[in-house]
């Protein structure tokens, strides 16, 4: 399989405190790649690198490099919005546009973009919807206002709001850490699905479902790489001492 | 002594609660008078004439205040033209980019405007506006009824663009769309109904402003609406009035006052009905 981002000496600080130190990783094309570890060592703020939203922060700083398909997204002559239009992000808190209706959410990334074409907008809004298994409980009431829907349902339209903008590799942050265990079961479902078309990095607390989700993963600790593997070896076989001792539960 | 010391903070519970309701039906109480007040004594000077007709020289009864309703809108009206987008625009650059020394100054300063006593602005005008022209003009009462207006929004805006939550932003951001456009088009929208209510307030405080218009739009008993002219407004109108010694003119100060209120208070309706609507924050 190919590779879709490659991560090179990736460094990362809020301050003078060093978040990342650093990593260096692979994540493969149409792949699902998990990053497990306790709180705080670094997983949020290593995919929020890869998207060039960490920079957006009062006084971070990022170094080191991030190849997207062989072009580093942290080059002097790359564009961060271009770079963000390529790979999307779902955060961990569902955060659809409060002053939007359902269908203006879904449709403001690609109104914003530049789109103007109204019958263009309103087929990749339904195509978005459906992809994320939502079309069916919203379809009747896509003008109503986002945030009156359940969080599961804002975190898919959140999903949705992601692909509708057609980015090729979709950066995913705890996105089922707020939600009950059905709409969680329902946010592994449509990753399933979706992940022939993208690549996909999910941030989780969960191992288990990092084992469901995942191909790779990656596990991180106090801003380090400890561990990178293909999911079955990093359960069933970890190679680090502290690997072990995380997945079996003895800390973290 | 623990059910002793209940029964002294349930005392005391009552006398403060007492109060706080007393204070508030204070203020609402005068209110009431005052309003009260300028509905009896202002309401029987109210006929279609009073809406459509000249003021009428001494001595002669009848006449309306036509020319000064269509003043006032046209002075507020310049106003908000000129406040509303560098209010905003302020607002924005404050909440966005405001977390460098410049930007504290300009909030001090929009602070301290905010304190200046309005005939003050009256005289601010005056100098630079009404004295180059050589002579009073709507324009000039414009101006300084404007530069009452720009720290009230741009310090309104600023606390309501805040509010929208960063999330917001990142979500924006996140989609590929461009700084500006996240600015205008989401975060602006997001915090719309809230700076539209600040607007509708300001409009309606510098609406009721008497001494920035004395020596800036003055006065004009004709019909004008001209920007480089006098022009009449409904404050100055009660103003000079109220104090004349003529009871009809009295009168038509009280009636005056009494249309003033009512559009102050539609202003302030139309605020709140704004910020009722869906899809507030």
């Given at each position: 399989m190919a590779k879709k981002l490659i991560i090179e000496h990736l460094n990362a600080w809020f301050g003078n405190v060093q978040a990342l130190k650093d990593i260096n990783l692979d994540i493969e094309e149409n792949g699902v790649t998990a990053v497990i570890g306790p709180s705080g060592c670094g997983k949020t703020t290593f995919v929020r690198c890869l998207n060039r939203i960490h920079e957006v922060v009062d006084n971070a700083k990022v170094n080191g490099s991030v190849l997207l398909d062989g072009e580093n997204i942290y080059s002097n002559t790359m564009d961060p919005v271009l770079v963000r239009r390529r790979i999307g992000m779902v955060f961990q808190k569902p955060n659809p546009f409060p002053s939007m209706s359902i269908f203006e959410n879904v449709a403001a990334g690609i109104r914003l973009n530049g789109s103007k074409k109204k019958n263009e907008i309103a087929d990749r809004v339904e195509?978005?919807?459906?992809?994320?298994?939502?079309?069916?409980?919203?379809?009747?009431?896509?003008?109503?206002?986002?945030t009156a829907l359940s969080g599961g349902q804002q975190q898919r339209l959140c999903i949705a709001r992601t692909i509708a903008i057609e980015p090729e590799v979709i950066l995913m942050d705890e996105p089922a850490s707020a939600l009950d265990p059905i709409s969680t079961a329902r946010i592994e479902e449509l990753i399933q699905q979706i992940k022939?078309?993208?690549?996909?990095?999910?941030?989780?607390?969960?191992m288990q479902q990092a084992a469901r989700v995942s191909d790779y993963?990656?596990?991180?600790?106090?801003?380090?790489?400890?561990?990178?593997?293909?999911?079955?070896?990093?359960?069933?076989?970890?190679?680090?001492?502290?690997?072990?001792?995380?997945?079996?539960g003895r800390f973290g | 002594m623990n059910s002793f010391s209940y029964l002294k903070r349930r005392i005391l519970n009552r006398f403060m609660l007492f109060l706080s309701y007393g204070s508030a039906a204070f203020g609402v109480v005068i209110l009431f008078l005052i309003l009260s007040y300028i509905i009896i004594k202002g309401a029987s000077s109210i006929n279609l004439d009073f809406f459509i007709k000249l003021p009428k020289p001494t001595g002669e009864t009848g006449g309306g205040i036509a020319n000064a309703i269509v003043g006032s809108f046209i002075v507020v009206g310049i106003a908000s033209l000129i406040a509303i987008p560098v209010g905003v625009m302020s607002g924005i650059y404050l909440a966005e980019f405001g977390k460098n020394k410049f930007a504290s100054l300009i909030r001090y300063f929009a602070d301290v405007m905010n304190g200046i006593p309005s005939i003050v602005t009256g005289i601010v005008a005056y100098v630079f506006v009404v004295v180059p022209m050589h002579g009073f003009s709507a324009l000039a009462g414009g101006i300084a009824l404007s530069i009452m207006m720009i720290p009230i929004i741009t310090r309104t805006s600023e606390e309501l663009i805040k509010m929208v939550p960063d999330t917001i932003r990142e979500a924006g951001l996140a989609l590929g769309i461009p700084q500006w456009k996240v600015i205008l088009f989401i975060v602006l929208r997001t915090a719309s109904t809230g700076i539209v209510t600040g607007i509708m307030l300001a409009v309606a405080r510098v609406g009721?402003?008497?001494?920035?218009?004395?020596?800036t739009?003055?006065?004009?008993?004709?019909?004008?609406?001209?920007?480089?002219q006098p022009i009449s407004t409904m404050t100055v109108l009660i103003y000079n009035y109220a104090s004349s010694p003529y009871p009809?003119?009295?009168?038509?100060?009280?009636?005056?006052?009494?249309?003033?209120?009512?559009?102050?208070?539609?202003?302030?309706?139309?605020?709140?009905?704004?910020?009722?609507?869906?899809?507030?924050l």
């Open positions: 195509k978005s919807i459906k992809m994320s298994a939502l079309w069916d409980e919203v379809k009747d009431k896509l003008y109503k206002s986002a022939e078309r993208y690549t996909i990095v999910i941030v989780t607390h969960n993963t990656g596990f991180f600790l106090l801003g380090e790489l400890i561990e990178f593997n293909k999911t079955s070896d990093i359960f069933t076989n970890p190679k680090d001492k502290k690997t072990e001792d995380y997945i079996t | 009721g402003e008497t001494a920035p218009l004395l020596f739009a003055f006065n004009n008993s004709f019909m004008s609406f001209r920007l480089d009809d003119w009295n009168a038509i100060a009280w009636g005056s006052a009494f249309v003033l209120i009512i559009i102050v208070l539609v202003v302030n309706i139309l605020s709140k009905m704004f910020t009722n609507t869906k899809y507030s």
